[in-house]
């Protein structure tokens, strides 16, 4: 764990938010009562995590021609930690900040690497963003890491859904995942394959795929750690002020 941001925002206006539409636009009232429209960067189901009146921060950019000049950065929840059968709430959760930005995870996982942060990918010197693979050579991944005794392959994805204790991904059927995970089997074992979970938000200690949302998708994780594919879920903790990593979630893959 780091006590150091590793990405600090640029000043950010809090405010609160109206309505959420059209997956790209959010509707805010900022603390001065100024009612804005801000793009959000999320295009998911965003489960649990767009509940209207809820605290908010965005981020305001200077380009004269952006047509929303304002981003939604973050949201505040308040999510319960454990829930009995009968819906009674056993361990009621603390108001936690939540990333909305899903353009930012990658720049902070790349300054993760660069700082050599996470021990259990071993030695490497050269870090290369968004390098084509696959079968038809149409995918990406998100980073290749080389110098060691194998490249490899670090695929991130953003969560921000969590269920009881545990944050999990996807929250809705990711077929686009699912091609993922079948692409980095495809490389094992001459390559290592790394999935890279981004836990958005810093109150879940455990990490768990949604199985309920696209049980196609916990198959083929499983599948691949069975062939080698390695998964690292990051814990970072969202502030205002910046993110800070907090270091891995215990994975429940059973």
């Known amino acids: 764990m780091t006590t150091e941001w590793l990405y600090r925002y640029p000043p950010l206006l809090p405010g609160t938010l109206l309505k959420r539409y059209k997956r790209f636009f959010a509707d805010i009232q900022l603390a001065s009562g100024e009612v804005i429209t801000a793009h959000c960067p999320n295009t998911g189901p965003m489960?649990?995590?767009s509940t209207v009146g809820s605290p908010v921060q965005v981020s305001q950019s200077d380009r004269p021609h952006r047509?929303?000049?304002y981003t939604w950065e973050m949201i505040q929840v308040c999510d319960p930690l454990a829930i009995a059968?009968?819906?009674?709430?056993?361990?009621?959760?603390?108001?936690?900040w939540v990333g909305v930005n899903t353009a930012l995870p990658n720049r902070v996982v790349n300054l993760v690497l660069e700082q050599h942060l996470l021990p259990q990918l071993g030695s490497y010197d050269e870090i290369q963003?968004?390098?084509?693979?696959?079968?038809?050579?149409k995918s990406r991944i998100d980073f290749r890491l080389l110098g060691g005794d194998r490249p490899i392959y670090v695929e991130v994805k953003s969560t921000t859904w969590v269920e009881g204790k545990f944050a999990r991904f996807p929250d809705t059927v990711t077929s686009r995942g699912q091609k993922h995970l079948r692409e980095l089997m495809a490389l094992?074992?001459?390559?290592?394959?790394?999935?890279l979970y981004f836990?958005?938000?810093?109150?879940?200690?455990?990490?768990?795929?949604?199985?309920?949302t696209d049980p196609v998708y916990g198959q083929l994780l499983r599948q691949a750690i069975t062939q080698g594919l390695e998964v690292l879920p990051c814990r970072f903790e969202i502030t205002p002020v910046g993110i800070r990593y907090l270091g891995l979630a215990t994975p429940c893959l059973a």
């Not at 094992?188 to 999935?195: A, D, F, H, N, Q």
């Open 67 to 69: 047509k929303l000049p």
């Open 188 to 195: 094992l074992p001459e390559t290592r394959g790394v999935m």
């Open 85 to 96: 059968p009968s819906g009674e709430v056993l361990e009621p959760g603390v108001p936690t």
């Open 199 to 212: 836990i958005n938000r810093g109150d879940r200690a455990n990490f768990a795929p949604g199985d309920q």
């Open 129 to 137: 963003p968004e390098v084509p693979y696959g079968s038809d050579g």
């Open 47 to 49: 489960t649990c995590i």
